[in-house]
Structures are given as structure tokens and as C-alpha cells.
């Protein structure tokens, strides 16, 4: 007996075969490739952290150098909270050495910077001196922005200018960091030691950049406060976050 392949049933059996096919192809290839994707994630995740606190180059280190440097200098796990928001924000700690080492000097604290992109959500860390007042470093995890424009966030030439500034707590009004705007006129520009430039095409990504560390910033600095975190205590010089 010929089969019909015109009819309704044929077609729709025929697609059912061809989707249970496929489905079972894609799922033994995403269960084969899921400990080597999760084993990337995580070097990627390391690597981050070796660059935000600038603890080497990671991309001339070995994948075991770099696991070392994070096991042994990196110490994570401690949170501290937000008075005003209620929101749990990460601590992680570098050390110029083996962190177990008595003679170990705190280098840096970093805690995840996070919000609204162009298109989608961008996360990342920013690393500080030990009296939060001065950027170690600035990476990005994740973001959906433009390739060839907003994506450009990942690149050296956006994330090297970030080093040096000045995050202690602003004058009344003021923000933390400045992004784009043109360079600051003077000594007398609140922008002065706080400005980096914009990347050239991609405005929203930047100004968006600019809003969501200014707040990430600004939960750190009171989260510290209220936990009497480098030197922001009740006792400590720093005024009140706002």
C-alpha cells in the first residue's frame, strides 16, 4: 500500500519524527558539552577576578596558574547588607600573597556592579582600594550591548581609564563617576579625578554604564557604613553616603 505522504496525518508524524530526532541530538550534544562549558564559565569567572584586582595578566597564564592565584590569594563568600534597600551585596577580598600567610595585606575589595544596559542587563565587578575610595580595576561578566559599539565595554581602551578614580563619597548632588561629557575643564569640576570617556557611537550603553555603577556604588558605600567596612564606620572619616 502507498503512502500518502500528502496527508495531514502522514505530515504531521513525519514532523513529530524529525523533532524527536533533532531533540535528542540536541540534548546528547548539550549533555556532552555541559562540563566543558561549565569548566569555561568558571575560568572565565577567575580570570575576571585576577584582572579586576590586577593580580597578573590572565590571558599569558596557564589555566592551573590562574586557578592558583584565585584559590590562594582571592577570599570570597562574606556579604554585607544595604541599610536602605535591604539588598545583599558580595564582598570579595585580594591579598598580595597566600592569604593564609600572617604577613597577607589586603590589595583590594571588589563587589558586583549590575543594571540596565542599551538592551539587556550588564553585570560585572569593580575593585577599590582597601579604603573604598579609589578603583583598583572595573570587568564585565555579562552584557547583550552591539558588537563593534556597546560591546566595546569589554575592551581595555573603556575599562584601563577606570583605574585611578576617585569613588570616595562625592559632595551632595554630585555622582561618583562621570562617563562621556567631554574632559573636565579644571581643578574646580566636580568631574575632576571621577570622568572616563564615552565610547564613540555608543551613547545609551555608556550613559546606562554610568547610572547602574553610580548606583551600585552608592548601595557598596552605605552597605560598608552600616558594616564598618574600610574605615567607613561611625568612626571612620568618610561623611554619610547619600
Do not use: C
Not at 584559590?71 to 535591604?86: H, K, L, M, N, Y
Not at 538592551?119 to 573604598?132: K, M, N, Q, S
Request: glycine share 12%; proline share 6%; no cysteine.
Amino acid at each position: 500500500m502507498k503512502l500518502n505522504t500528502a496527508h495531514p496525518a502522514y505530515v504531521l508524524a513525519f514532523t513529530a519524527a524529525i523533532s524527536a530526532v533533532f531533540t535528542a541530538a540536541i540534548m546528547t550534544l548539550h549533555q556532552a558539552t555541559a562540563d566543558r562549558v561549565a569548566r569555561n564559565e568558571a575560568l572565565r569567572g577567575q580570570k575576571a577576578l585576577v584582572e579586576v584586582f590586577g593580580l597578573g595578566d590572565p590571558e599569558a597564564m596557564t589555566a592551573e596558574r590562574v586557578g592558583e592565584v584565585v584559590a590562594s590569594r582571592i577570599e570570597r563568600g562574606e556579604t554585607i547588607t544595604d541599610p536602605q534597600t535591604g539588598r545583599e551585596i558580595e564582598v570579595i577580598r585580594a591579598y598580595d600573597r597566600d592569604r593564609t600567610d600572617p604577613a597577607a595585606r589586603l590589595v583590594g575589595i571588589a563587589f558586583p556592579v549590575s543594571g540596565m544596559g542599551f538592551w539587556e542587563p550588564i553585570r560585572g565587578l569593580l575593585a577599590v582600594t582597601p579604603d573604598l575610595n579609589t578603583v583598583i580595576g572595573i570587568v564585565f561578566l555579562r552584557h547583550g550591548e552591539t558588537p563593534g559599539l556597546g560591546a566595546r565595554i569589554e575592551e581595555e581602551a573603556f575599562r584601563r581609564p577606570w583605574e585611578g578614580l576617585n569613588v570616595s563619597s562625592p559632595a551632595q548632588g554630585r555622582r561618583y563617576v562621570y562617563v562621556g561629557g567631554g574632559e573636565p575643564s579644571g581643578p574646580g569640576d566636580p568631574r575632576q579625578g571621577r570622568h572616563v570617556d564615552a565610547i564613540t557611537g555608543a551613547t545609551q550603553t555608556s550613559l546606562a554604564v554610568e547610572r547602574f555603577v553610580n548606583a551600585s556604588i552608592r548601595r557598596f558605600r552605605r552597605a560598608a557604613r552600616a558594616a564598618g567596612l574600610g574605615g567607613t564606620g561611625s568612626g571612620g572619616a568618610t561623611p554619610q553616603e547619600p
